[in-house]
């Protein structure tokens, strides 16, 4: 998906450079002290992707095309987070420059498609209310909330904190707005298993099927993969995903999310609103990417995240176990959004 950042155009390269030259020293610093406050181990640590060695030859670069669109991309330039492709651009309004292209950071639709959809290592933004991402961008932006997965063993900073640090107030809005005018729409086919495929995690920290095949027990974890590999490494707007979860998971995830499993939490819907799909600048949770909402509440939880929302929801975690998290996140993964 993202191996290929190396295709980004000089211009830019410099551009980022150099604002990263500024950033990175203060957000490597809070990265890793967000990173210090997790148990040894790294508890959940296949919620947070870390790219492995490439075990699959790539192919050589040529057009590539997908049903149903006109237009035509190299995977160079599909690759380019600073140019993402637009292959349906009848589908959506008018791209905000700031989701169309980057120079300061990398373009919003490189991570988050012109869907908005996104893919299981972002989030999925489509109808989200605008007062919701803004506070989100302004923490990222105070550093209130990390982005530190991304770079979880290494010296570079969340690219979510630099980018929301260097992104005109305007620009931002702009974007947001228009990810909030989108459509959401089903990308989980939630399946409950006991072994799944044997997988990697690519240079963007995509998990895919691994080439030799073969399975593996899935164990206290939830595993993301493409319904279609090759699709998706084309940021196919179209093309979805498969979540493993374990067995039995999607019910005791319903029993916590409506009935608070006993005084464990609290019902989810008394604040996230009827159906799970949002309530105010409180955001869906209806059909969000599972893997995202393990991570969220892991951070709240752990005190990665310190937003004033965070704090708002930190008694609502504090009880909860890894297995419980993975539940919920079945769970609302399964729901319409």
């Known amino acids: 998906m993202n191996d290929c950042r190396s295709s980004c155009h000089n211009t830019q390269r410099a551009s980022v450079k150099t604002f990263l030259s500024l950033s990175i020293p203060t957000l490597s610093l809070l990265a890793a002290l967000v990173w210090a406050q997790q148990p040894a181990?790294?508890?959940?640590?296949?919620a947070y992707p870390v790219p492995d060695p490439n075990p699959a030859a790539k192919a050589a670069d040529g057009p590539r095309t997908l049903s149903g669109s006109t237009k035509t991309y190299t995977q160079a330039?599909?690759?380019?987070?600073?140019?993402p492709?637009?292959?349906?651009?009848?589908?959506?309004?008018?791209?905000?420059?700031?989701?169309?292209s980057g120079v300061q950071a990398q373009a919003c639709g490189s991570c988050h498609l012109m869907s908005g959809l996104g893919h299981p290592e972002s989030a999925n933004l489509a109808g989200l209310s605008v007062p919701y991402m803004l506070r989100q961008m302004e923490d990222?932006?105070?550093?209130?909330r990390k982005d530190a997965e991304a770079y979880a063993q290494s010296a570079r900073a969340g690219r979510m904190n630099i980018i929301a640090a260097g992104v005109p107030d305007e620009e931002m809005r702009k974007a947001v707005e228009w990810f909030s005018a989108l459509q959401p729409a089903p990308w989980y086919?939630?399946?409950?298993?006991?072994?799944?495929?044997k997988t990697w995690v690519n240079g963007g920290r995509m998990r895919l099927p691994l080439p030799g095949g073969g399975t593996e027990p899935l164990g206290d974890r939830i595993v993301t993969l493409p319904q279609n590999p090759a699709r998706v490494e084309l940021r196919d707007p179209h093309s979805g995903f498969i979540a493993w979860v374990p067995q039995g998971s999607i019910?005791?995830?319903?029993?916590?999310?409506?009935?608070?499993g006993a005084g464990k939490?609290?019902?989810?819907?008394?604040?996230?609103?009827?159906?799970?799909?949002?309530?105010?600048?409180?955001?869906?949770?209806?059909?969000?990417?599972?893997?995202y909402v393990v991570r969220q509440l892991y951070d709240?939880?752990?005190g990665a995240n310190r937003s004033s929302a965070a704090a708002q929801m930190k008694r609502v975690v504090e009880k909860l176990s890894e297995d419980d998290m993975i539940s919920i996140a079945a769970y609302t993964a399964s729901l319409a959004p």
């Open 265 to 291: 939490t609290i019902p989810c819907d008394t604040c996230h609103g009827e159906g799970l799909k949002g309530l105010g600048d409180v955001p869906r949770l209806a059909g969000i990417h599972p893997i």
């Open 41 to 46: 181990g790294k508890p959940l640590s296949w």
């Open 300 to 302: 709240i939880q752990v």
């Open 77 to 83: 330039e599909i690759d380019d987070a600073f140019k």
């Open 189 to 197: 086919k939630v399946m409950e298993a006991s072994t799944v495929p």
């Open 140 to 144: 990222f932006k105070k550093g209130l």
């Open 85 to 100: 492709p637009d292959w349906f651009p009848g589908e959506h309004p008018p791209l905000p420059r700031l989701v169309e």
């Open 251 to 260: 019910a005791k995830g319903k029993e916590l999310v409506t009935s608070g």
